[in-house]
């Protein structure tokens, strides 16, 4: 019944259907009674479709991909920041810094855990003391401090005024700076989302005194007369694109010394507790804990 039913739909379509006159062509497909009839426009039609059969959940073909481009994130957050929108999830865009005390754990093998806590506090109220409105401290973490600026010019004169006021402290250790920009999400005065993880990644990529940053803060440098140096692509464990970074160089931020080599904090020359010559290279200490320190294992301090 089917099978004739067909031959017969097939000899009316063949007989009654002028393919020229319509400049289409239609073809048809007997289907069982609770099957819908595919049908297609020919690419005369401005737009061509094409109405399937329901399918079952799952047989339904996948949209592309998209993949971020390098950069993608700098320029979501700079994006972001000029236009003064909101970020994911309504959250606004800002510049997240992390400020960390370099060399803390050889000043706290060498000092002492009270001392180094002290120095850590110390650290703190200092940062605390050179904030201003656009500014905020998020919160501490051991050694390291976590800020929020308004935007990127804000966040520099925040880690000029850090760097500058650190630098007079005496017995101090060297800072390092990572800094992004882009959205976050604020949960009980606490941040999150990915670009408070990848200015924490920024920081444990820079040495001691050094400031690193992604391309928005540094186009905001270079647009405020600080030196900028481009260092590349760099790599992040469990971040899909690399990150260009930039090395900021504000000038002379830090009082004139060195550093010891020992618990790595910076002295000033004049203040310095002991110094020592060794393999053509001149030492000072901040105390003389420190100078014994290296004249029982010199090779474990000194520079190669």
């Known amino acids: 019944m089917v099978a004739g039913t067909c031959r017969r739909r097939r000899a009316r379509i063949s007989h009654g259907f002028d393919r020229g006159s319509t400049g289409a062509r239609l073809h048809r497909r007997c289907r069982v009674p609770d099957q819908r009839v595919v049908q297609e426009r020919t690419p005369k039609s401005p737009q061509p479709y094409r109405s399937h059969p329901r399918q079952r959940c799952g047989a339904v073909e996948p949209v592309d991909s998209y993949s971020p481009s390098p950069g993608w994130w700098e320029d979501r957050g700079r994006h972001v920041w000029r236009h003064g929108g909101c970020g994911m999830n309504g959250s606004n865009a800002v510049a997240v810094l992390f400020v960390d ?34 500014d905020r401290l998020v919160k501490t973490i051991g050694d390291a401090v976590l800020l929020t600026s308004t935007t990127p010019t804000s966040g520099l004169e925040l880690i000029r005024r850090i760097l500058e006021t650190c630098s007079e402290a005496d017995h101090f250790p060297a800072l390092r700076v990572g800094a ?27 040495a001691g005194g ?32 690399p990150v ?27 203040t310095a507790a002991g110094r020592l010559h060794h393999r053509g290279t001149d030492y000072q200490f901040c105390s003389l804990a420190c100078a014994a320190a290296f004249a029982e294992d010199p090779e474990r301090f000194s520079e190669p």
Do not use: K, Y
Request: hydrophobic letters at 45%.
């Open 244 to 270: 260009a970074l930039f090395d900021l160089d504000f000038g002379a931020t830090t009082a004139s010394g060195g550093v010891d080599p020992v618990c790595r904090m910076r002295i000033r020359t004049s």
């Open 180 to 206: 992004h920009v882009g959205p976050i999400v604020e949960r009980h005065d606490d941040i999150f989302g990915t670009t408070v993880n990848l200015a924490a990644r920024i920081t444990a990529a820079a």
């Open 210 to 241: 050094q400031i690193l940053t992604s391309r928005p803060i540094a186009e905001a440098a270079h647009a405020a007369g600080i030196g900028v140096l481009d260092i590349g692509l760099m790599s992040f464990r469990n971040l899909m694109t």
């Open 101 to 134: 005390l370099s060399g803390f754990t050889a000043l706290t093998e060498v000092h002492g855990d009270t001392e180094a806590a002290d120095v850590a506090e110390h650290f703190a109220e200092l940062t605390r003391a050179v904030l201003t409105s656009p």
